[in-house]
């Protein structure tokens, strides 16, 4: 009896390590999110700030998007989210993942996440972007000018597009964020409150211990008479 209540005690206590090690991982990775997405806000604000002071209209310096097409499969999944940085046009070479609005009347107004693979000059003095889709068999039907271009993708996030919606749902705040931090605080009383009992106990032996004192005192004196 003794070995099997021994044997789940110790199964209860990996467990519950497991689960406080998994909840904790989440929380850091989430927090590591959260972080990173207000690190892009406060550059976004304070750029877009310096732009209306100094009169300019231009993209935001980081921006991040979430792809939802499978034209740039395998560099780039769907549910994936890209960062990009406004870059001068310059900076702009063959072989760039660019994010842009399309200018194909087909898709005007939407933003498209695509690499350049041609750039020409035109007589005006103009340079125009032709792009496409790793995943694509053909070029984009339409080329870009610099001023369709809002940055050069910089980084790929891996299906944080599936996190995005998971935590929009009240279901997934619920679950992600809600669950473990109440785990992690209800982990963290019962730590405490075993804390205080360890501590407490060892002052009520030394108080007996201490009463103990005179009545051994008593018997060594009657023991001498």
């Known amino acids: 009896m ?31 999110i959260m972080i990173l997405v207000a690190i892009l806000f406060a ?23 979430v792809i939802i097409s499978p034209s740039m499969v395998p560099t780039i999944n769907v549910e994936d989210a890209v960062v990009t ?28 996440t695509h690499r350049i693979v041609g750039i020409e000059k035109t007589s005006d003095g103009k340079t125009l972007y032709t792009t496409k889709g790793d995943n694509n068999n053909t ?14 993708a910089i980084l790929r996030i891996p299906m944080i597009g599936y996190l995005q919606y998971f935590l929009t749902q009240a279901y997934g705040w619920i679950i992600a964020v809600v ?28 108080r007996k211990t201490y009463k103990e004192k005179p009545n051994q005192m008593k018997d060594k004196r009657r023991r001498f008479k």
């Open 85 to 112: 940085k406004r870059v001068k046009e310059s900076e702009l070479k063959k072989g760039d993942i660019i994010t842009f609005n399309s200018p194909d009347y087909r898709y005007s107004g939407i933003t498209v």
């Open 2 to 32: 003794r070995e099997e209540s021994h044997s789940r005690k110790s199964t209860f206590f990996y467990i519950k390590k497991i689960l406080h090690f998994i909840t904790t991982v989440i929380m850091y990775v989430i927090l590591l």
């Open 179 to 206: 669950i473990p931090c109440l785990g992690i605080i209800i982990y963290d009383i019962i730590k405490l409150i075993k804390t205080i009992k360890r501590s407490i106990v060892p002052q009520k032996k030394k």
């Open 43 to 65: 550059l976004y604000f304070l750029d877009q700030k310096k732009n209306l002071d100094s009169g300019k209209n231009l993209p935001p310096l980081f921006n991040a998007y």
């Open 139 to 152: 070029p984009d039907s339409t080329r870009i000018t610099y001023d369709n271009i809002y940055g050069k």
